[in-house]
């Protein structure tokens, strides 16, 4: 087999993988959909340096009681990150600044939220927004009755 044969089985190789990876992507985007609606949801993962730190994802409610989110570029069924409703403050929200708007989906809008003294921070579109607000303000109150 001559050394330009060989490069044209190589790369015909890595583009059907690259296409079979596009298609994967796809179908999981699907069957996640299939389950609830998904949409755009960005996780601040680290936060050592300002503005940095950002992976783009999908989240989803699953039933009424919590928030998942999901890697946009993995093949992974299972959630990456999954937040209890009961367990997520509502903190502030502002607009992106500096590197954030590159990284970010654009019309994004950060959110700070606390997680069990915790903060997160996720990245939204203002649809989703009012959407997450709402969800979060439709949960069920927790019991201040104390049963003797």
Known sequence: ??????LLVVVAASLLLVLAYGIGIAVRRRLLARNGGVFEL????????PGRGWVI???RYSGDAQLE???????????????RR??????????PEGIEELVLYPE???VTCDVKGEHIDLAMDQQTLIGFQAWLESRPMRSTWTVF
């Open 1 to 6: 087999m001559a050394w330009w044969e060989l």
């Open 42 to 49: 960005s996780h601040r993962v680290r936060d050592t340096s």
């Open 57 to 59: 994802g999908i989240g």
């Open 69 to 83: 989110w999901f890697r946009i570029f993995s093949l992974s069924p299972k959630p990456k990150r999954v937040w």
């Open 86 to 95: 009961v367990e997520i403050v509502y903190v502030s929200s502002r607009s």
């Open 108 to 110: 994004s809008l950060i």
